[in-house]
C-alpha cells in the first residue's frame, strides 16, 4: 500500500512539472523602448509590450517571459522554435509562413520626427515634394515608404544613423530637419529626453496605418495559444484597456 501511495506521489509530481511546463511562453524582442526595455541576451526588465503580455498571461494562468535580442536574430529564434514567437509586431505573408498571429493589439505607424525651427506655420507631412528640401534622417537598415525615401533622395542623400536618440542629435546640430520614428517611441523619447521645446512628433502616419499582434512560433507548438490569448484580447479592447496602454507607450 505505501509502495504504491509513492508511486502515486511521484505520478502526480511529474504531472504536475508536465503541466508547468506546457503553460510556459518565452517570447522575444528586441531592446526598444517604451515596448520592450533590458539588455541584449537578457530576460526585459519593462516595457509597454512585456506588460501586456504579462497581463494575458495572469489572465490564461500560464507563466511569461521576453528574452531581448536583436531583432533579427528574435525572427530567427521564432523561425526555428528556439523561442515560442515575438512580442506584438506587423504581420507580413512572409512572416505569417513561420508564426501564427493574434487578433491587433496596438495601433503602430512611422511619422515624422522634425525640428520645430525648420517647419514654421502650417505643414503638410503627407506631401512630400513640398518637404524634399529639408533633410531627412532614417535608422540605419530600416525601410519605412519607398516612395517617400525616393523623393527626399532626389534632392539630398538620406542621413543613417544607428538609433533614434542619435538622429535626435543630429537634429540638434542642425545637420537633418527631421527623421522617421515609430510614433510611440518618438513621444516616448522626445519626453524622456526633455526637448519637447525644441523637436516635434507629427500624428500623421507615414504609408499606411497598421496595428501589431502577437505572433507565435509554428517549429515551438505556440500557435495552438492563439485562440485563448483572442479570448483575453477581445475582452480587453471592450474594457478599453487596449487604448489605454497605448497611451502609456507615449509617456
Aim: some cysteine; overall charge positive; charged content about 25%.
Amino acid at each position: 500500500m505505501a509502495y504504491k501511495c509513492v508511486l502515486l506521489s511521484v505520478f502526480m509530481l511529474i504531472a504536475g512539472f508536465a503541466h508547468a511546463e506546457s503553460r510556459k511562453l518565452t517570447l522575444c524582442y528586441d531592446k526598444y523602448p517604451p515596448y520592450a526595455i533590458g539588455e541584449f541576451g537578457e530576460a526585459a526588465s519593462g516595457g509597454i509590450k512585456v506588460k501586456l503580455l504579462q497581463d494575458i498571461g495572469k489572465q490564461l494562468d500560464i507563466l511569461v517571459a521576453v528574452k531581448i535580442l536583436p531583432w533579427k536574430r528574435c525572427l530567427s529564434a521564432a523561425k526555428d522554435g528556439l523561442v515560442d514567437g515575438i512580442l506584438p509586431l506587423y504581420k507580413t505573408p512572409e512572416r505569417e509562413q513561420f508564426m501564427a498571429f493574434s487578433l491587433p493589439v496596438m495601433r503602430q505607424y512611422n511619422c515624422f520626427l522634425y525640428k520645430k525651427s525648420a517647419f514654421r506655420g502650417r505643414v503638410d507631412w503627407t506631401d512630400y515634394q513640398a518637404l524634399k528640401d529639408h533633410h531627412l534622417g532614417m535608422e540605419i537598415g530600416s525601410v519605412v515608404d519607398k516612395e517617400m525615401e525616393a523623393i527626399f533622395e532626389s534632392a539630398h542623400p538620406i542621413e543613417r544613423a544607428a538609433d533614434s536618440i542619435t538622429l535626435m542629435k543630429m537634429m540638434d546640430s542642425g545637420r537633418i530637419d527631421l527623421a522617421t520614428i515609430d510614433s510611440n517611441v518618438g513621444k516616448y523619447l522626445v519626453n524622456q529626453q526633455g526637448v519637447a521645446d525644441t523637436i516635434g512628433v507629427s500624428d500623421v502616419p507615414i504609408g499606411k496605418l497598421s496595428y501589431a499582434a502577437f505572433g507565435f512560433s509554428k517549429a515551438s507548438g505556440a500557435d495552438k495559444w492563439v485562440a485563448e490569448f483572442n479570448k483575453v484580447i477581445e475582452r480587453m479592447r471592450k474594457a478599453g484597456l487596449l487604448e489605454r496602454i497605448e497611451t502609456q507607450a507615449q509617456k
